[in-house]
Protein backbone atom coordinates (compact mmCIF):
# COMPACT_ATOMS: atom_id res chain seq x y z
CA UNK A 1 0.00 0.00 0.00
CA UNK A 2 2.78 2.31 0.62
CA UNK A 3 4.41 1.67 -2.63
CA UNK A 4 1.38 2.23 -4.12
CA UNK A 5 1.12 6.02 -2.53
CA UNK A 6 4.20 6.81 -2.94
CA UNK A 7 3.89 5.83 -6.87
CA UNK A 8 0.67 8.18 -6.84
CA UNK A 9 2.13 11.23 -5.35
CA UNK A 10 5.37 10.90 -7.98
CA UNK A 11 2.52 10.50 -10.60
CA UNK A 12 0.87 14.11 -8.88
CA UNK A 13 4.17 15.94 -9.15
CA UNK A 14 5.10 15.20 -12.59
CA UNK A 15 1.85 15.66 -13.79
CA UNK A 16 1.70 18.71 -12.08
CA UNK A 17 5.22 19.65 -13.42
CA UNK A 18 4.21 18.91 -17.30
CA UNK A 19 1.09 21.45 -16.39
CA UNK A 20 2.90 24.09 -15.74
CA UNK A 21 6.31 23.85 -17.60
CA UNK A 22 3.46 23.96 -20.73
CA UNK A 23 1.44 27.09 -18.62
CA UNK A 24 4.41 28.70 -17.61
CA UNK A 25 7.73 27.05 -19.13
CA UNK A 26 10.11 25.40 -17.83
CA UNK A 27 12.34 27.94 -16.65
CA UNK A 28 9.88 30.07 -15.09
CA UNK A 29 8.47 27.23 -13.34
CA UNK A 30 9.62 26.66 -9.76
CA UNK A 31 9.85 23.58 -7.23
CA UNK A 32 7.26 25.93 -5.30
CA UNK A 33 5.03 25.83 -8.46
CA UNK A 34 4.83 22.70 -8.37
CA UNK A 35 4.03 21.34 -4.63
CA UNK A 36 1.91 24.20 -4.35
CA UNK A 37 0.00 22.42 -7.47
CA UNK A 38 0.20 19.46 -6.18
CA UNK A 39 -0.77 20.82 -2.37
CA UNK A 40 2.38 19.18 -0.63
CA UNK A 41 5.16 20.07 1.45
CA UNK A 42 8.58 21.18 -0.55
CA UNK A 43 10.18 18.32 2.00
CA UNK A 44 7.93 16.00 0.17
CA UNK A 45 8.82 16.95 -3.36
CA UNK A 46 12.78 16.05 -2.61
CA UNK A 47 11.93 12.36 -1.48
CA UNK A 48 10.77 11.92 -4.88
CA UNK A 49 13.27 14.43 -7.41
CA UNK A 50 16.43 16.12 -6.25
CA UNK A 51 15.44 19.39 -8.21
CA UNK A 52 13.44 20.48 -11.09
CA UNK A 53 15.58 19.14 -13.93
CA UNK A 54 15.53 15.48 -12.86
CA UNK A 55 11.20 16.00 -12.79
CA UNK A 56 11.73 17.03 -16.83
CA UNK A 57 14.39 14.10 -17.23
CA UNK A 58 11.61 11.47 -15.61
CA UNK A 59 9.00 13.49 -17.99
CA UNK A 60 10.93 13.50 -21.24
CA UNK A 61 12.13 9.51 -20.54
CA UNK A 62 9.10 8.44 -19.87
CA UNK A 63 7.58 10.11 -23.10
CA UNK A 64 10.47 8.51 -25.35
CA UNK A 65 9.43 4.83 -23.72
CA UNK A 66 5.57 5.56 -24.69
CA UNK A 67 6.87 6.46 -28.46
CA UNK A 68 9.07 3.50 -28.38
CA UNK A 69 6.68 0.88 -27.53
CA UNK A 70 4.03 2.45 -30.37
CA UNK A 71 6.43 2.27 -33.30
CA UNK A 72 6.40 -1.79 -33.78
CA UNK A 73 9.06 -3.49 -36.74
CA UNK A 74 7.24 -4.22 -39.67
CA UNK A 75 7.16 -7.88 -39.50
CA UNK A 76 7.42 -8.71 -43.57
CA UNK A 77 6.27 -12.66 -42.59
CA UNK A 78 2.70 -11.78 -41.29
CA UNK A 79 0.30 -12.65 -44.32
CA UNK A 80 -2.63 -11.03 -42.56
CA UNK A 81 -0.96 -7.52 -42.76
CA UNK A 82 0.86 -6.05 -45.74
CA UNK A 83 3.89 -3.45 -45.04
CA UNK A 84 1.87 -0.53 -45.78
CA UNK A 85 -1.45 -1.58 -43.31
CA UNK A 86 1.57 -2.16 -40.72
CA UNK A 87 3.22 1.12 -41.25
CA UNK A 88 -0.43 2.59 -40.97
CA UNK A 89 -0.60 1.13 -37.59
CA UNK A 90 2.16 2.49 -36.55
CA UNK A 91 1.42 6.23 -37.98
CA UNK A 92 -2.05 5.77 -36.15
CA UNK A 93 -0.43 4.78 -32.72
CA UNK A 94 2.42 7.62 -32.80
CA UNK A 95 -0.63 10.02 -33.54
CA UNK A 96 -2.54 8.74 -31.09
CA UNK A 97 -0.14 8.76 -28.50
CA UNK A 98 0.67 12.77 -29.35
CA UNK A 99 -2.97 13.65 -29.43
CA UNK A 100 -3.01 12.11 -26.15
CA UNK A 101 -0.51 13.77 -24.62
CA UNK A 102 0.12 17.41 -26.74
CA UNK A 103 1.99 18.78 -23.24
CA UNK A 104 4.43 16.36 -24.07
CA UNK A 105 4.73 17.28 -27.31
CA UNK A 106 4.74 20.73 -26.54
CA UNK A 107 7.88 20.76 -24.03
CA UNK A 108 9.73 17.88 -26.14
CA UNK A 109 9.77 20.51 -29.04
CA UNK A 110 9.48 23.79 -27.10
CA UNK A 111 11.52 23.21 -23.51
CA UNK A 112 13.85 20.75 -24.10
CA UNK A 113 16.14 21.48 -27.08
CA UNK A 114 19.01 24.04 -26.38
CA UNK A 115 18.15 23.60 -22.44
CA UNK A 116 21.88 21.60 -21.00
CA UNK A 117 23.89 19.26 -22.79
CA UNK A 118 22.55 16.42 -21.16
CA UNK A 119 19.05 16.48 -22.20
CA UNK A 120 20.50 17.82 -25.73
CA UNK A 121 22.39 14.60 -25.82
CA UNK A 122 19.00 12.65 -25.01
CA UNK A 123 17.56 14.13 -27.43
CA UNK A 124 20.16 13.71 -30.26
CA UNK A 125 20.50 9.98 -29.11
CA UNK A 126 16.36 9.63 -29.11
CA UNK A 127 16.18 11.41 -32.76
CA UNK A 128 19.33 9.19 -34.47
CA UNK A 129 17.79 5.68 -32.90
CA UNK A 130 14.17 6.80 -34.94
CA UNK A 131 16.37 7.92 -37.83
CA UNK A 132 18.20 4.23 -38.14
CA UNK A 133 14.99 2.41 -37.41
CA UNK A 134 13.23 4.54 -40.16
CA UNK A 135 16.33 4.41 -42.50
CA UNK A 136 16.11 0.34 -41.83
CA UNK A 137 12.88 0.38 -42.56
CA UNK A 138 12.59 2.19 -45.85
CA UNK A 139 16.11 0.42 -47.19
CA UNK A 140 14.20 -2.97 -46.57
CA UNK A 141 11.22 -1.14 -48.42
CA UNK A 142 13.34 -0.42 -51.51
CA UNK A 143 14.42 -4.01 -51.53
CA UNK A 144 11.13 -5.73 -51.87
CA UNK A 145 9.63 -2.24 -53.93
CA UNK A 146 7.72 -1.21 -52.03
CA UNK A 147 9.98 2.38 -51.39
CA UNK A 148 10.69 3.84 -54.04
CA UNK A 149 14.42 4.63 -54.73
CA UNK A 150 16.12 7.59 -53.58
CA UNK A 151 18.11 8.81 -50.99
CA UNK A 152 17.31 7.44 -47.78
CA UNK A 153 19.04 9.92 -45.45
CA UNK A 154 16.99 12.84 -47.30
CA UNK A 155 14.03 10.66 -46.96
CA UNK A 156 14.16 10.05 -43.49
CA UNK A 157 14.78 14.04 -42.65
CA UNK A 158 11.97 14.71 -44.47
CA UNK A 159 9.58 12.53 -42.90
CA UNK A 160 10.80 13.05 -40.24
CA UNK A 161 11.19 16.96 -39.79
CA UNK A 162 7.93 16.98 -41.87
CA UNK A 163 5.86 14.37 -38.57
CA UNK A 164 7.22 16.95 -36.09
CA UNK A 165 5.48 19.65 -37.55
CA UNK A 166 2.20 17.93 -38.47
CA UNK A 167 2.21 16.71 -34.86
CA UNK A 168 3.14 20.17 -33.29
CA UNK A 169 0.81 21.53 -35.30
CA UNK A 170 -1.88 19.36 -34.42
CA UNK A 171 -1.35 19.76 -30.47
CA UNK A 172 -0.79 23.88 -30.75
CA UNK A 173 -3.68 24.15 -33.17
CA UNK A 174 -7.18 25.20 -32.09
CA UNK A 175 -8.21 23.66 -34.93
CA UNK A 176 -9.53 19.94 -33.34
CA UNK A 177 -7.30 16.65 -34.76
CA UNK A 178 -7.88 13.18 -34.75
CA UNK A 179 -5.26 10.31 -34.80
CA UNK A 180 -7.19 8.78 -37.87
CA UNK A 181 -7.65 12.26 -40.03
CA UNK A 182 -3.79 12.97 -39.60
CA UNK A 183 -2.82 9.08 -40.59
CA UNK A 184 -4.61 9.22 -43.54
CA UNK A 185 -2.89 12.93 -44.40
CA UNK A 186 0.70 11.56 -43.44
CA UNK A 187 -0.15 8.05 -45.60
CA UNK A 188 -1.39 10.12 -48.75
CA UNK A 189 1.48 11.96 -48.71
CA UNK A 190 3.62 8.87 -48.19
CA UNK A 191 1.73 7.48 -51.29
CA UNK A 192 2.61 10.29 -53.50
CA UNK A 193 6.16 10.78 -52.50
CA UNK A 194 7.27 7.80 -50.73
CA UNK A 195 6.07 4.95 -51.98
CA UNK A 196 6.31 3.05 -55.25
CA UNK A 197 4.56 3.68 -57.72
CA UNK A 198 3.22 0.11 -58.59
CA UNK A 199 2.28 -0.33 -55.00
CA UNK A 200 -1.28 2.53 -54.69
Request: aromatic share 8%; charged share 30%.
Amino acid sequence: MARQTREVRQAQILEAARDLFVERGYNATTVDDIVGRVEVARGTFYLYFPDKRAVLAALVDGFFERVTAAIHSIDLADATRPPVAQLRANLHRLCELSLAEPAMVKILLYDVPGLDSELDAKLRDFYAALRRFLEESLSEGQRIGLVRDGDRAIMVALGLGGLKEILLTAVTSSEPATAERLTDEIMRFFESGLLARQNH
